[in-house]
């Protein structure tokens, strides 16, 4: 059994940084990719940002240049390094991890952008 457990959403002012983690627990034989979605109220889950085992990143256009993933394997766990959030970064935020050829889901932290 695999659990993924995040942490760090939250209420923030425009321009304000928030720091996101998800830390993976249980059998974790071989973690492969890392990643981070999102689901905005009405819309459709989207990709973030990903993260190989080999520590290749890819961001989304929306978030290029604002926000940085990175991974801790010591740790297995995934971080998300949000700078100069906007209003329309409002979301749930969900991390992604392929474990032992499977795929898990984090339980969703709210990131709320207002002013």
């Known amino acids: 059994q695999v659990q993924l457990v995040e942490s760090g959403g939250g209420l923030v002012q425009p321009g304000g940084s928030l720091r996101l983690s998800c830390a993976a627990s249980g059998s974790l034989f071989n973690i492969y990719a890392m990643g981070w979605y999102r689901q905005a109220p009405g819309k459709q889950r989207e990709v973030v940002a990903t993260?190989?085992?080999?520590?290749?990143?890819n961001h989304a256009d929306s978030v290029k240049g604002r926000f940085t993933i990175s991974r801790d394997n010591a740790k297995n766990t995934v971080y998300l390094q949000m700078n100069s959030l906007k209003p329309e970064d409002t979301a749930v935020y969900y991390c992604?991890?392929?474990?032992?050829?499977?795929?898990?889901w984090g339980q969703g932290t709210q990131v709320t952008v207002s002013s």
């Open positions: 992604r991890m392929v474990v032992n050829a499977l795929i898990y």
């Open positions: 993260i190989t085992s080999g520590g290749s990143t």
